[in-house]
């Protein structure tokens, strides 16, 4: 290809879908401005420090990211047009992407059971948007997946597909940097020895 | 591109050397705080750069940015997402920290300086 400016029509999609991703980000950026205004407002309920465990956190983070990694091998596995290998690896980022978010919801459901869901104080209320708001992205992707997987069994490796497997596996490492700063923020912040 | 027409640079090595660094970087940052080697601002500045590093590893690795044609439209998006992020997460915290200082009592004004200041009381 040439080094000429004109853009390539499949460049022009991974940018456009490039920048709804960094929109995505600038909605992630308010709501992790909101959750550092408010973590300390707990209204006598509980903090950080109180209800997340983090030997628990450290698992889902590592199982969104070894699923981060076997969408890259998919994506791989697509470029080498391999469509059987590739189903394996978006198979198992599946299998990987719905552990994370059954322990999520898990972890949700705990919180609500034990009095502190959103209602309890700011700190939680912001807490369940910012992880909330990611799982539902999470949840989107999982949609997204299982999608693709049909279309490669009934149209193969087409261009189509291959673009928006690309696509998809743009969001799926947007989802896990994103998932990187909650950890940080939310989770290893709150759990800070002060 | 960053994933179309630069696929070449995508190897599987690309993706291990990138998921082994994400790895590291990320039980790093949790033994620091699980073990509590570090306290306080030291802990949270290096957490922040261990968080920022893996940022840049999965951008670099994965995403494969800066290693498009050029223009590289993608990284100057990507910039300019980082410039917005940064005044909305900064500038909250500042004006909202403002906000507090000044809606203080006396009394917490008094409690607040002193604490800032390491004036025991």
């Given at each position: 290809?040439?080094?000429?400016?004109?853009?390539?029509?499949?460049?022009?999609?991974?940018?456009?879908?490039?920048?709804?991703?960094?929109?995505?980000?600038?909605v992630?950026a308010?709501?992790?401005?909101?959750?550092?205004?408010?973590?300390?407002?707990?209204?006598?309920?509980?903090?950080?420090?109180?209800?997340f465990?983090l030997?628990y956190?450290?698992?889902?983070t590592?199982?969104?990211l070894?699923?981060?990694?076997?969408?890259?091998?998919?994506?791989?596995?697509?470029?080498?047009s391999?469509a059987?290998?590739?189903?394996?690896?978006?198979?198992?980022?599946f299998?990987?992407?719905?552990?994370?978010?059954?322990m999520?919801?898990?972890?949700?459901?705990?919180?609500?059971?034990?009095?502190?869901?959103?209602?309890?104080?700011?700190?939680?209320?912001?807490?369940?948007t910012?992880?909330?708001?990611h799982?539902a992205?999470?949840?989107a992707?999982?949609?997204w997946i299982t999608?693709?997987?049909?279309?490669i069994q009934?149209?193969?490796l087409?261009?189509?597909v291959?673009?928006?497997?690309t696509?998809?596996?743009?969001?799926?490492?947007?989802?896990?940097?994103?998932?990187?700063?909650?950890?940080?923020?939310?989770?290893?912040?709150?759990?800070?020895?002060? | 591109?960053s994933?179309?027409?630069?696929?070449?640079?995508?190897?599987?090595?690309t993706y291990?050397?990138?998921?082994?660094?994400?790895?590291?970087?990320?039980?790093?940052?949790?033994?620091?705080v699980?073990?509590?080697?570090?306290?306080?601002?030291?802990?949270?500045?290096?957490?922040?750069?261990?968080?920022?590093?893996?940022?840049?590893?999965?951008l670099?690795?994965?995403l494969?940015?800066?290693?498009?044609?050029?223009?590289?439209?993608?990284?100057?998006?990507?910039?300019?997402?980082v410039?917005?992020?940064?005044?909305?997460?900064?500038?909250?915290?500042?004006?909202?920290?403002?906000?507090?200082?000044?809606?203080?009592?006396p009394?917490?004004?008094?409690?607040?300086?002193?604490e800032?200041?390491?004036i025991?009381?």
């Amino acid at each position: 290809m040439s080094k000429a400016t004109v853009l390539h029509d499949d460049s022009k999609t991974t940018l456009g879908f490039w920048i709804y991703l960094m929109t995505d980000c600038v909605v992630f950026a308010t709501l992790f401005a909101t959750f550092a205004v408010l973590r300390n407002n707990t209204f006598g309920g509980p903090d950080g420090k109180e209800i997340f465990s983090l030997p628990y956190v450290l698992t889902e983070t590592l199982i969104l990211l070894v699923s981060s990694f076997t969408c890259g091998l998919a994506l791989l596995a697509a470029k080498r047009s391999d469509a059987r290998q590739t189903m394996l690896w978006f198979v198992a980022t599946f299998v990987l992407g719905a552990i994370f978010l059954g322990m999520e919801i898990n972890e949700f459901r705990n919180l609500v059971i034990e009095g502190y869901g959103w209602r309890r104080s700011a700190f939680l209320s912001s807490f369940f948007t910012l992880v909330g708001t990611h799982g539902a992205h999470i949840t989107a992707g999982l949609l997204w997946i299982t999608v693709m997987l049909r279309q490669i069994q009934t149209k193969g490796l087409s261009t189509h597909v291959m673009r928006r497997l690309t696509l998809l596996g743009m969001f799926w490492h947007f989802l896990d940097i994103v998932w990187i700063f909650i950890f940080t923020i939310v989770f290893l912040f709150g759990a800070m020895p002060s | 591109m960053s994933t179309t027409h630069d696929e070449h640079k995508a190897t599987r090595s690309t993706y291990v050397i990138g998921f082994t660094l994400s790895v590291l970087l990320t039980l790093i940052a949790y033994v620091l705080v699980s073990q509590a080697l570090l306290y306080g601002w030291a802990l949270m500045l290096t957490l922040a750069g261990l968080a920022v590093w893996q940022l840049c590893v999965q951008l670099f690795y994965f995403l494969h940015i800066g290693s498009e044609q050029k223009p590289r439209f993608n990284t100057l998006a990507l910039l300019f997402a980082v410039m917005v992020v940064v005044i909305v997460v900064f500038g909250t915290l500042w004006i909202m920290k403002n906000l507090d200082y000044h809606d203080m009592t006396p009394q917490e004004t008094n409690t607040y300086i002193q604490e800032e200041e390491a004036i025991r009381r």
